[in-house]
T-cell receptor, first 115, second 112 residues
Framework: DQQVKQNSPSLSVQEGRISILNCDYT??????FLWYKKYPAEGPTFLIS?????DKNEDGRFTVFLNKSAKHLSLHIVPSQPGDSAVYFC??????????????FGTGTRLKVLA | DAGVTQSPTHLIKTRGQQVTLRCSPI?????VSWYQQVLGQGPQFIFQ???????GRGNFPDRFSARQFPNYSSELNVNALLLGDSALYLC???????????FGQGTRLTVV
């Protein structure tokens, strides 16, 4: 049961253009979402997060949008740069009754920014 | 400031052996979580420790165990290794149980 889905395994974008990475979730109890970037042979690097009380959060070139009714979030990167080429994971968590705040990750989208 | 550090970075073990992986969190972080990532998948939650107590456990067999020390560092132990345990094991630390998690570079475990 894949509760967090990233249906696009890969995405190619021209340098300077917008990259849009999508993520869908099925668990309505999820109320905190994060995006991570991962280069080969490194651990995931935190990019940006959003709480379910918001529908948008922005940090420099990165903006995350949350559509709770559609159970969908997206990460926009503007402008895209070659150094953004990596695998991007979305992750979600629910307030745990036992105090467990584990993150459920999607399978990732490989972004390639073409120079 | 030092980030999350994990050791060793690579490890090769034989089926049936036991392995211990180590993690030092970012200074001031009290929560440590462990994740397993196999090729083509996202990280899968194994354990969360906060203030030296286990606060959550993922869907992993009892062969997997962990602990957190008074200095908030942590160890993940896996007994009776199987070929399917081959994966990248990631440690993440955070200030609190519900906060952005910062990952280490991981330990690549290969079971042969």
């Amino acid at each position: 049961d894949q509760q967090v889905k990233q249906n696009s395994p890969s995405l190619s974008v021209q340098e300077g253009r917008i990259s849009i990475l999508n993520c869908d979730y099925t668990n309505s109890m999820f109320d905190y979402f994060l995006w991570y970037k991962k280069y080969p042979a490194e651990g995931p690097t935190f990019l940006i997060s959003i709480s379910s009380i918001k529908d948008k959060n922005e940090d420099g070139r990165f903006t995350v949008f949350l559509n709770k009714s559609a159970k969908h979030l997206s990460l926009h990167i503007v402008p895209s740069q070659p150094g953004d080429s990596a695998v991007y994971f979305c992750a979600a968590s629910a307030g745990g009754t036992s105090g467990t705040y584990k993150y459920i990750f999607g399978t990732g989208t490989r972004l390639k920014v073409l120079a | 400031d030092a980030g999350v550090t994990q050791s060793p970075t690579h490890l090769i073990k034989t089926r049936g052996q036991q392995v211990t992986l180590r993690c030092s969190p970012i200074s001031g972080h009290k929560s440590v979580s462990w994740y397993q990532q196999v090729l083509g998948q996202g990280p899968q939650f194994i354990f969360q420790y906060y203030e030296k107590e286990e606060r959550g456990r993922g869907n992993f067999p009892d062969r997997f165990s962990a602990r957190q020390f008074p200095n908030y560092s942590s160890e993940l132990n896996v007994n009776a290794l199987l070929l399917g345990d081959s994966a990248l094991y990631l440690c993440a630390s955070s200030l609190a149980r519900r906060a952005e998690a910062f990952f280490g570079q991981g330990t690549r475990l290969t079971v042969v």
